[in-house]
Antibody, heavy 123, light 108 residues
């Protein structure tokens, strides 16, 4: 059973850096899948942040690209998100998710999600 | 950026009724569209991938159809646990991968 678990501070000061980690179990971070971050402001919809492949290749949302870094730690089977210069607009539940791919194709849809972690930006 | 527009914003139905949810893309996404269900305090749950394929463990009352720019999620007979918010999401033209704004299915 694939499981993803987010961890990190629940409160970040304005202008600071939001750092989250997603621990993956039941699947290898070096499999053919991509690993994503998605966020959801309170009471609002879903926003894709970015994703990483185990090779280190990344894709980022252009609206956040200047502030995002996503990295992978193969030895710990986890990946991480850093978001710099945060403001109140970055307050959201942050989810990590798996985008399933085989050796020959990818399938539209995030099939496994973490339970989400609320990050509040406030002084 | 591809914009996904979901309609209606809210659907008020009774258990046992049929629900039809729409997702329209601002440009073609072929079949690279997924549907999710989200309940309060929970992560989204994948229902349909590649427009019409049910994800593992999803009941047969959920079905997806469409291609190009127009997609439909149908719930053939609503169960009490189906009242939730539903999102569509495209993974064809990036970046970014985008979600619709959601349709809330509420009890009438």
């Amino acid at each position: 059973q694939v499981q993803l678990q987010e961890s990190g501070p629940g409160l970040v000061k304005p202008s600071g850096t939001l750092s989250l980690t997603c621990a993956v179990s039941g699947d290898s971070i070096t499999s053919s899948n991509w690993w994503s971050w998605v966020r959801q402001p309170p009471g609002k919809g879903l926003e894709w942040i970015g994703e990483i492949y185990h090779s280190g290749n990344t894709n980022y949302n252009p609206s956040l690209k200047s502030r995002i870094t996503i990295s992978v730690d193969k030895s710990r089977n986890q990946f991480s998100l850093n978001l710099t210069a945060v403001t109140a607009a970055d307050t959201a539940v942050y989810y990590c998710a798996r985008f399933r791919c085989s050796s020959t194709r990818c399938y539209a849809g995030f099939d496994y999600w973490g339970q989400g972690t609320l990050v509040t930006v406030s002084s | 950026e591809i914009v996904l527009t979901q309609s209606p914003a809210t659907l008020s139905l009774s258990p046992g009724e049929r629900a039809t949810l729409s997702c329209r893309a601002s440009q073609s996404v072929s079949i690279h569209l997924a549907w999710y269900q989200q309940k309060p305090g929970q992560a989204p749950r994948l229902l349909i991938y590649d427009a019409s394929n049910r994800a593992t463990g999803i009941p047969a009352r959920f079905s997806g159809s469409g291609s190009g720019t127009d997609f439909t999620l149908t719930i053939s007979s609503l169960e009490p646990e189906d009242f939730a918010v539903y999102y569509c999401q495209q993974r064809f033209n990036w970046p970014p991968w985008t979600f619709g704004q959601g349709t809330k299915v509420e009890i009438k």
